[in-house]
């Protein structure tokens, strides 16, 4: 769940040249790295298109405004390789969703998203983006997944909401809140201690 496609479906232009949709993922890469150096307040489409090496034209064919280019580029976000692990068991496909939440916050998308918290509040266009894209692909991973365990009868069905709390919980709050380092010892350590426990526990409970 942690790169950027470089292909996206070619969409109709608002005129001129048709869009080469090669360059898409460029162009996003770049926005990222921009939101993660400088911010939203500071972000320009001239500095996006210098930093993606295309002239301003391919900027503007693809985003009216720079509210689009950012909402764009995170809502297409669920466009990126997010397919689910398939393990054989709970243990095993919550580990690696953890360790690809952890390639995450530590890479590109990690760092622009930090650099946006305090706008998202203020740009219900970005808050929305951020649901479908990035969160909305944890939680349809994480759903799969459980969904798996659950029929394989690991698992309870109503249990899955508040394991999926807990199971992105503690890094997403040791990322934002403490600036410690979020690794995959650390979610080796929350899986372990925390979530398989709790997901034992619910079903002990259930007996």
């Known amino acids: 769940m942690a790169a950027l496609t470089t292909t996206d479906p070619v969409r109709t232009s608002r005129g001129g040249r048709p869009r080469d949709p090669s360059r898409d993922g460029v162009i ?8 993660a150096d400088v911010g939203y307040g500071a972000l320009t489409m001239d500095a996006v298109a210098a930093q993606a090496g295309v002239g301003k034209a391919t900027i503007y064919r693809r985003w009216r405004t720079k509210e689009d280019l950012v909402v764009d580029t ?29 390639n995450v916050v530590n890479g590109p998308l990690g760092a622009a998203t930090l650099s946006l ?59 934002l809140l403490t600036g410690e380092l979020v690794n995959e010892t650390f979610a080796d350590q929350v899986l372990d201690q925390v979530v398989l426990p709790l997901i034992r526990a619910t079903a002990a409970v259930s007996v």
């Not at 996003?28 to 939101?35: G, P, T």
């Not at 969160?135 to 394989?152: K, L, P, Q, S």
Request: negative net charge; aromatic residues 6%; without cysteine.
């Open 74 to 102: 995170i809502a297409e976000l669920h466009h990126i390789e997010s397919a689910a692990p398939d393990t054989g068991s709970l243990e095993g496909d919550l580990r690696q969703l953890l360790h690809s939440l952890v």
């Open 117 to 175: 918290l305090s706008t998202v509040p203020h740009q219900p266009a970005l808050a929305a983006a951020f649901r479908a894209g990035p969160i909305g692909v944890w939680r349809a991973a994480f759903d799969e997944v459980w969904a798996r365990a659950e029929a394989r009868g690991e698992v309870r069905s109503d249990a899955g909401p508040l394991a999926a709390e807990a199971t992105s919980g503690l890094l997403v709050q040791r990322w």
């Open 28 to 35: 996003r890469a770049a926005i990222l790295r921009l939101l």
